[in-house]
């Protein structure tokens, strides 16, 4: 009977999922000790008791942002490493997509998630930080140690060490993109960095 019950009190006059969306790029582009509940608000169109009944405190909601934006680019990495027929072409895949994504119009430059790593000091936030990464790091290994199986790289080579090299490229060309490097210049350091590629 109280699955059928009606929800007290009036119900949300905003949209929730458009009000995350907002405050995810408010965290991705001050981070999250620089923004400020007032902040938060004026972006989401929202007022502080709408924003504490739907989303708890500043910290639920950085979390939630945080859950949004990586589960969209995990997936995203996911479908283009399907695709991709060999390990080799997985990562420039994933470097050349990056080279867009980090300057697309329209959302704050950059890795919310690398760039989160430089302007957080809370030591439980930064945990789960790394833990946030390190997925992605984790699907990255996983496709170049199919890659050695496979044949398609030399036997004893260090998946973990490749792994370890094309994730600082990633995240160089976030905060590359952050400074104000243009997509044809991310492109290039993509390029240069799959010369290494081992043959």
Not at 2 to 16: C, I, T, V, Y
Not at 63 to 89: C, N
Request: with cysteine; net charge positive; hydrophobic share 40%.
């Amino acid at each position: 009977m109280k699955a059928l019950e009606k929800p007290r009190g009036r119900p949300r006059s905003f949209d929730r999922d458009k009000a995350l969306e907002r405050a995810m790029h408010v965290f991705w582009k001050q981070g999250y000790e620089a923004t400020s509940l007032n902040d938060l608000t004026r972006a989401m169109r929202i007022n502080p008791p709408s924003l504490y009944a739907a989303f708890g405190d500043k910290e639920h909601l950085y979390l939630e942002a945080l859950e949004r934006y990586q589960h969209s680019r995990l997936e995203a990495m996911g479908k283009w490493f399907d695709e991709e027929p060999t390990a080799k072409a997985a990562v420039g895949r994933l470097l050349t997509e990056a080279a867009a994504l980090l300057v697309r119009s329209g959302a704050p430059r950059g890795s919310m998630l690398v760039l989160s790593a430089m302007n957080c000091s809370d030591a439980s936030l930064q945990s789960e930080l790394a833990q946030r990464r390190a997925s992605g790091r984790s699907i990255l290994k996983v496709r170049i140690a199919r890659g050695v199986r496979e044949g398609e790289l030399p036997p004893g080579t260090d998946a973990a060490a490749l792994t370890d090299f094309y994730i600082t490229v990633f995240q160089g060309m976030s905060v590359q993109a952050r400074d104000g490097a243009t997509r044809r210049r991310l492109l290039e350091t993509a390029k240069i960095a799959m010369r290494a590629w081992p043959a």
